[in-house]
C-alpha cells in the first residue's frame, strides 16, 4: 500500500489497517490490483467463498495465510446480498441482509475480523473510537461486540439518530461503550479527534478508528459489486452501477471492484443535497461545505473523504467523468422515489435506496441501452419515521430485530465537552 500524498514509502496489508490513515494525512492505496486470472465461467463455478477469498487474497498476503484468510472470509460473509429485478433495465442489490441491516456490515465486519486476526499492537488495550450519525456505530458495534481484547467506544449525537440504530448502538454488554452525546454529529467527530491528539490518552491505549478510510472497510466492499456482476454473465459490460453516496467509501470499492475484473461498468453517484461531488465532477474542484440535514442522513457529507483515493485512481475530475456520474435530489424528490417505487414495483425502499432510484432515473435518459443496478444501502425500517411520511405506514419490523426491541439501552450521556468525555472513556475502559 502507498499514501494518497505520494511520500514514497510502502506499507504491508496489516500497518495500513492497524494505522488507518497514512501518518503524513493520506489514504492508504493498493499498489496494484492484480487483475483476476479466471475466467466470468471460472469464476462463476467457485462457492462465493472460494471467489471472495480467490480475489481478495492478493491485497492481504503480507499478513495472513490463504487458509487463515478463507476463515475469516466465510466468518464475515455470512449473510447474502439479493439481486432484485424491477425491470428489465433495472434492479436492486439488496445490501442490507447482516445483522444491523445496512451495506457497513461488510466493512465492519471484515475490519473487526482481520484486526483480531493482526498481532497485537505492543501490551497497550486497543481501542476502538467512533464518531456516528447512525449506521456506522451500529455496524461497528456489532462487529466488534464478539471480538476479544478489543474494547470498543461510540458517540452518537442525541436524539438524532432512529430508534433501531440507537437500540443497535446501546444493547451490547460486553466490549461497547456508547456515549450519547448532548450536540451533533460534529461534536462527537470533534470529541474524537480530540482523543486522537491527545498524548496521555495515546501513552496508555492503542487507539484506532473505524471510519470509512480504513482500506479493510472497501475491500469487501468491492465483492458485491462482483457478485451482483456474475448474475448477469456476458451481459456484466452493459451495467451502470448507482451507489447512493456519501463518504464515496462505496463508489471507490466498485471502482476497485471494476479494476479487479478489468471490468467497463459505468457507475452513478446519488447523492442528496450535499452534492459536492457532482460540482467536482462538473468543475473539477471540490469545495467543501457544512454538510446540510437530509432524510437519507447516512449521506450528509460536506467533505467526502474517499475523494482522495479517487482522484489518485484517475487523475483529473474529466478521466473520471468517463466512468462516473453524479445526480442529486431534494427531500421532496426522495419522497417522491419511495413513492413512485412503491407504486410502480410494488418495492418498498429505504430514502438512500431512493435517491438512488432517483439518480438511476436521470442516468436512463443518458444510458439508455444500458441497465441500472441500483445498490440498495439500508433496510427501509431503520428509517421508518421517513417512510411514514412518504406512504403513511410503517414498515414491518423483521423477526431477526424484534429481540433487540425487548433490550435495555445502556448508554453514558455526557455534555459535548472533551474534558468530561475523556473522564468517563479512562473510566470504562480502565
Ligand atoms: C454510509 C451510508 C451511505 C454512504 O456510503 P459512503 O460509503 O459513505 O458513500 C449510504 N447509505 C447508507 C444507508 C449508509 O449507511
Not at 468543475?283 to 454538510?291: A, D, E, I, Q
Amino acid at each position: 500500500y502507498y499514501s494518497t500524498r505520494g511520500n514514497g514509502k510502502s506499507y504491508s496489508f496489516g500497518e495500513a489497517v492497524t494505522k488507518g490513515l497514512v501518518p503524513d494525512g493520506g489514504l492508504f492505496m493498493p499498489e496494484a490490483f492484480p487483475v483476476n486470472n479466471l475466467t466470468f465461467d471460472e469464476l462463476t463455478a467457485l462457492t462465493m467463498h472460494e471467489r471472495i477469498t480467490h480475489l481478495l487474497y492478493p491485497f492481504v498476503k503480507t499478513d495472513f495465510t490463504l487458509d487463515g484468510f478463507s476463515t475469516i472470509v466465510r466468518k464475515v460473509f455470512n449473510f447474502p446480498c439479493i439481486t432484485q429485478i424491477l425491470s428489465e433495465n433495472l434492479s436492486v442489490l439488496e445490501l442490507f441482509h447482516g445483522p444491523t441491516l445496512a451495506f457497513k456490515d461488510f466493512g465492519a465486519r471484515f475490519l473487526a475480523n482481520v484486526l483480531a486476526a493482526l498481532p497485537r499492537q505492543g501490551q497497550k488495550q486497543c481501542v476502538i473510537l467512533v464518531a456516528t450519525s447512525g449506521d456506522t456505530g451500529s455496524a461497528v458495534a456489532n462487529a466488534f461486540s464478539e471480538t476479544e481484547g478489543i474494547k470498543t467506544v461510540i458517540l452518537y449525537p442525541k436524539g438524532k439518530v432512529s430508534r433501531i440504530q440507537e437500540l443497535q448502538l446501546t444493547t451490547f454488554d460486553k466490549n461497547i461503550t456508547a456515549f450519547e452525546v448532548q450536540g451533533t454529529f460534529d461534536d462527537c467527530q470533534t470529541l474524537v479527534k480530540q482523543a486522537f491528539l491527545d498524548a496521555e490518552i495515546n501513552e496508555r491505549y492503542f487507539l484506532s478508528s473505524a471510519n470509512s478510510i480504513n482500506i479493510a472497510r472497501l475491500l469487501p466492499q468491492a465483492m458485491y459489486y462482483v457478485e451482483s456482476a456474475l448474475l448477469r454473465k456476458g451481459h456484466a459490460k452493459d451495467t451502470v452501477f448507482v451507489t447512493p453516496s456519501g463518504n464515496l467509501g462505496n463508489l471507490t470499492a466498485g471502482l476497485f471492484a471494476r479494476n479487479i475484473l478489468h471490468a467497463q461498468w459505468q457507475f452513478t453517484a446519488a447523492l442528496n443535497n450535499n452534492w459536492m461531488f457532482e460540482e467536482f465532477l462538473q468543475t473539477g474542484v471540490l469545495s467543501p461545505r457544512k454538510s446540510v440535514e437530509t432524510y437519507s442522513n447516512a449521506m450528509d457529507v460536506g467533505n467526502p473523504s474517499n475523494l482522495e483515493r479517487i482522484k489518485n485512481m484517475y487523475g483529473n475530475a474529466e478521466t473520471v467523468r468517463q466512468i462516473v456520474s453524479a445526480y442529486h435530489c431534494s427531500d421532496e424528490e426522495t419522497l417522491a422515489s419511495i413513492q413512485e417505487m412503491y407504486r410502480k414495483y410494488s418495492y418498498l425502499a429505504d430514502p438512500h435506496t431512493a435517491v438512488g432510484y432517483n439518480g438511476a432515473c436521470k442516468s436512463m435518459l443518458v444510458h439508455k441501452a444500458k441497465h441500472h443496478t441500483v445498490l440498495s444501502t439500508a433496510h427501509p425500517v431503520k428509517f421508518d419515521t421517513v417512510i411514514e411520511k412518504a406512504l403513511g405506514f410503517s414498515p414491518e419490523i423483521p423477526d431477526r430485530l424484534k429481540g433487540i426491541l425487548m433490550k435495555n439501552k445502556h448508554s453514558i450521556e455526557i455534555l459535548p465537552d472533551y474534558q468530561i468525555f475523556k473522564e468517563n472513556l479512562v473510566s470504562v475502559i480502565a
